[in-house]
């Protein structure tokens, strides 16, 4: 996809890995409706603030009505309470999964017809490599992002024809806020991971591997799993 006059979403664009994919968007001239639960709290000038919460079906609606030219969706918003599955509280898992896997979803079924109305696009999911990875104490996010690659595989397939193509981005840990108690030589740079999204936009990639982490775990998924 030619980035160059298009028109995204990102969704969670007030900080993070979505501020940085916003940011850098707009230097290669998009129009970037910088879409957050709390839109006052978007600080990027030049983007265009949009209420879109993952959870409330009426926001995602009004944010793709308003979003009427977009062309390039990216679905960056996420939460990880660090909840494990047997012992945590359900509550918690069945959020992560709302949040992490049905947002994504809702909020691509309402671009879907957006974009492709547009003359098509893309969309950006932006996952991790806990998609593969699946340690216990993590095991409701890593059961939502697993379960969110196996949306994108199978989203990408439904909207070929309809001129969308759809891109995995997944990372390991990144230099922010929701990685903050993680030492800072096991992060990834943001910005560096950002840019390597839009190439791989602009390539046309199904799938982009953003650090030395994922590229290993993505490679070890054939072997046997561990009987521990």
Do not use: C
């Amino acid at each position: 996809m030619e980035l160059k006059d298009a028109v995204a979403v990102v969704t969670g664009a007030n900080r993070g890995l979505g501020r940085h994919l916003a940011a850098q968007l707009m230097a290669r001239g998009v129009k970037v409706y910088a879409a957050a639960r709390r839109p006052e709290t978007v600080d990027l000038p030049g983007a265009v603030p949009l209420r879109l919460d993952l959870t409330d079906a009426e926001s995602i609606r009004g944010a793709a009505r308003t979003a009427s030219d977009a062309t390039l969706l990216v679905n960056n918003a996420g939460i990880s309470t660090g909840t494990p599955l047997i012992a945590g509280d359900l509550d918690a898992v069945r959020l992560e999964m709302e949040v992490n896997f049905f947002g994504p979803l809702a909020v691509t079924r309402a671009f879907a017809p957006v974009i492709e109305s547009n003359d098509g696009g893309a969309v950006l999911n932006v996952l991790s490599v806990l998609s593969w990875l699946h340690p216990a104490g993590l095991g409701s996010y890593a059961t939502a992002k697993a379960a969110a690659w196996a949306l994108t595989g199978a989203v990408r397939e439904e909207l070929a024809p309809r001129g969308i193509a759809v891109t995995a981005l997944h990372v390991g840990y990144m230099d922010t806020d929701m990685a903050a108690g993680v030492p800072a030589e096991q992060k990834a740079d943001p910005a560096e991971v950002a840019a390597q999204a839009l190439s791989g936009i602009e390539t046309g990639l199904p799938e982009i591997l953003a650090d030395d982490v994922t590229r290993h775990v993505k490679q070890s998924l054939a072997a046997a799993p561990n009987a521990g």
